[in-house]
């Protein structure tokens, strides 16, 4: 277990666990995060997130994000000694209990709402962090698939994301759906799994003004473990890719600005590095730093007192 206080920003769980249809605890499938492994690593906080495969869109969109949801309360239900949710500030004090996760609901594309109005619901259940869109064309903005900015919906949807005092994920948006974003938002935001352009050139990843941009406003950036993402067309990756990024962006932006978001079980297994392929490994990150000279208070910071900041300023 980690003596480090660890948040990760992107854990796709309730995804994986009804894609497969497979036990949190003792899975048959194959996969990288269970809930003896999140324990067994100390994590403290998780952004689980709600994530439509494309392949269910638009049909599916509603039906598929209530299911996730319903599996969410089913965890928070069976293991109420183990999770429990977090909707506001009061609920951040579970956390006294170290034996106890929280999980902080994240919408990784905001498919499921027809509307701009209809984030309200989803907040009822929960939802404290959206991100617009995903890699592709909705009606409330564009991912790196495609061009536009955000459309008339999605501006009324940031202004909804203010009075609900809901996070805004910048991961994954275009280049101009994240500058219109950023002007709108009021409160600190995020990209939760995103590295940086100027070392591994892919559309996911940002370029140097966006990182710094966030930083600005005093957010923080979470590094994803995704191959593809630290080490395009070159493989293996390995924990110094991880550490590249994530020295690479704490020299362009600064030590509160830099976070974990590992996206672990959003893609198959082969697609990360080998060190981290499963949850329980991710305090051999916090490790690595040290090793490379990175002081015990730094290394506090990005493995999750950076992004606890930005939760207990951002939630009502």
């Known amino acids: 277990m980690s003596k480090f206080f660890i948040v990760d920003a992107h854990e796709d769980i309730a995804f994986h666990l009804n894609y497969f249809k497979r036990d949190f605890v003792n899975p048959d499938t194959p996969c990288m995060i269970t809930l003896p492994w999140i324990k067994e690593a100390g994590i403290r906080i998780i952004f689980n997130t709600v994530f439509i495969h494309p392949k269910h869109k638009p049909t599916k969109t509603v039906e598929n994000a209530?299911?996730?949801?319903?599996?969410?309360?089913?965890?928070?239900?069976?293991?109420?000694?183990?999770?429990?949710?977090?909707?506001?500030?009061?609920?951040?004090?579970?956390?006294?209990?170290?034996?106890?996760?929280?999980?902080?609901?994240?919408?990784?594309?905001?498919?499921?709402?027809?509307?701009?109005?209809?984030?309200?619901?989803?907040?009822?259940?929960?939802?404290?962090?959206?991100?617009?869109?995903?890699?592709?064309?909705?009606?409330?903005?564009?991912?790196?698939?495609?061009?536009?900015?955000?459309?008339?919906?999605?501006?009324?949807?940031?202004?909804?994301?203010?009075?609900?005092?809901?996070?805004?994920?910048?991961?994954?948006?275009?280049?101009?759906?994240?500058?219109?974003?950023?002007?709108?938002?009021?409160?600190?935001?995020?990209?939760?799994?995103?590295?940086?352009?100027?070392?591994?050139?892919?559309?996911?990843?940002?370029?140097?003004?966006?990182?710094?941009?966030?930083?600005?406003?005093?957010?923080?950036?979470?590094?994803?473990?995704y191959n593809e993402f630290l080490k395009r067309n070159e493989k293996p990756t390995s924990l110094e890719n991880i550490y590249e990024h994530t020295d690479y962006i704490l020299n362009l932006c600064g030590e509160d600005h830099v976070g974990i978001g590992t996206d672990l079980d959003g893609a198959r297994i082969k697609d990360f590095p080998k060190e981290v392929r499963q949850i329980s490994k991710l305090p051999l990150v916090a490790e690595y730093f040290l090793s490379k000279g990175y002081s015990e208070e730094l290394v506090s910071k990005i493995m999750g007192k950076n992004f606890l900041r930005v939760i207990e300023n951002n939630l009502n």
């Open 66 to 225: 209530m299911k996730q949801l319903d599996t969410y309360d089913k965890i928070y239900k069976e293991h109420k000694n183990d999770v429990f949710q977090i909707k506001s500030k009061d609920d951040l004090n579970n956390l006294a209990d170290e034996n106890r996760i929280g999980f902080l609901t994240l919408m990784e594309g905001a498919d499921p709402l027809r509307s701009p109005e209809d984030l309200g619901e989803y907040y009822q259940r929960g939802v404290r962090v959206v991100g617009p869109t995903w890699n592709n064309k909705n009606i409330f903005a564009s991912g790196p698939d495609t061009q536009d900015g955000l459309s008339d919906k999605g501006i009324q949807l940031i202004k909804k994301m203010n009075e609900l005092n809901v996070t805004l994920d910048l991961s994954h948006l275009n280049e101009k759906s994240f500058w219109d974003s950023i002007e709108l938002t009021k409160l600190i935001p995020v990209a939760t799994h995103s590295n940086a352009r100027a070392l591994t050139d892919h559309p996911r990843n940002l370029k140097d003004e966006q990182l710094k941009a966030i930083s600005k406003r005093n957010g923080v950036i979470g590094i994803v473990f």
